[in-house]
């Protein structure tokens, strides 16, 4: 199964009343268009100010558009100044993509116990991507002893917030007997057609392996159940 990992962009930016606070909401989402069309020297031209001005979520976009190379020449130190700096806010996406860098070993040594502590301080402001990172980094990390049911704890705790990839590992765990609430087939096929709706197509294997122990009435209510789950955006999903 192949998962990638992105940093995360800053996509919203709140409407005050000071004008000053309106020209600035003007060109952070002037810099996210300039990105979306690919004009990507344009969309750094609306942020660097925005940046130096300590807007932290434009900090944390041109950390996103150093790392990646887009506008600028890629730097992974520049990209981690611009996280750090978007950190000191306590701007959760930030705090996440720094945690992602010490994951994947960008620009820094691989140390996935530093990617740990930045991935809890932005799951603790509820960020569904640092969760399910948690997940990962307990389930299967190389260098990291594995812990599997915090693993499924944090999938599950994802899972819930709409996180596809999250749904998709909260399943394989529970369909491959990995932890200790594992093994469970009906769940496993509720959630790996939780994972399809949201766009993970290799759930398939997931929920049609699951088919193979339940009855024709279990696969019904489980069906029914990921209706439930969708329409009370995930309130009223099983456990």
């Known amino acids: 199964m192949s998962i990638q990992f992105k940093t995360i962009i800053f996509t919203t930016f709140f409407l005050c009343a000071s004008s000053q606070l309106l020209a600035q909401q003007e060109n952070f989402e002037a810099g996210l268009a300039a990105k979306e069309?690919?004009?990507?020297?344009?969309?750094?031209?609306?942020?660097?100010?925005?940046a130096e001005q300590g807007i932290a979520e434009a900090q944390n976009n041109m950390g996103h558009m150093y790392e990646e190379g887009l506008g600028v020449s890629q730097d992974?130190?520049?990209?981690?100044?611009?996280?750090?700096?978007?950190?000191?806010?306590?701007?959760?996406?930030?705090l996440h993509n720094i945690g992602l860098l010490y994951y994947l070993g960008y620009g820094v040594s691989a140390n996935p116990r530093e990617a740990l502590r930045w991935f809890r301080l932005a799951a603790a402001k509820d960020l569904s991507d640092s969760q399910y990172m948690i997940g990962r980094v307990f389930h299967q990390t190389e260098g990291f002893e594995p812990d599997?049911?915090?693993?499924?704890?944090?999938?599950?705790?994802?899972?819930?917030?709409?996180?596809?990839?999250?749904?998709?590992?909260?399943?394989?765990?529970?369909?491959?007997g990995e932890g200790a609430d594992a093994g469970e087939p009906y769940r496993a096929y509720v959630w790996s057609k939780l994972a399809e709706h949201n766009g993970m197509t290799a759930a398939q294997d997931i929920y049609n392996t699951s088919a193979l122990t339940l009855s024709d009435s279990e696969i019904a209510e489980a069906e029914l159940q990921v209706q439930t789950c969708l329409s009370s955006d995930y309130e009223s999903c099983v456990q």
């Not at 992974?76 to 930030?94: H, I, K």
């Open 37 to 50: 069309r690919g004009h990507y020297a344009t969309a750094i031209r609306a942020w660097r100010p925005l």
């Open 76 to 94: 992974y130190a520049e990209a981690m100044r611009w996280y750090r700096l978007a950190a000191n806010a306590e701007l959760p996406q930030a």
């Open 148 to 176: 599997m049911n915090e693993a499924l704890n944090w999938y599950s705790m994802a899972a819930r917030s709409g996180h596809a990839e999250a749904q998709f590992m909260y399943a394989f765990m529970l369909q491959a």
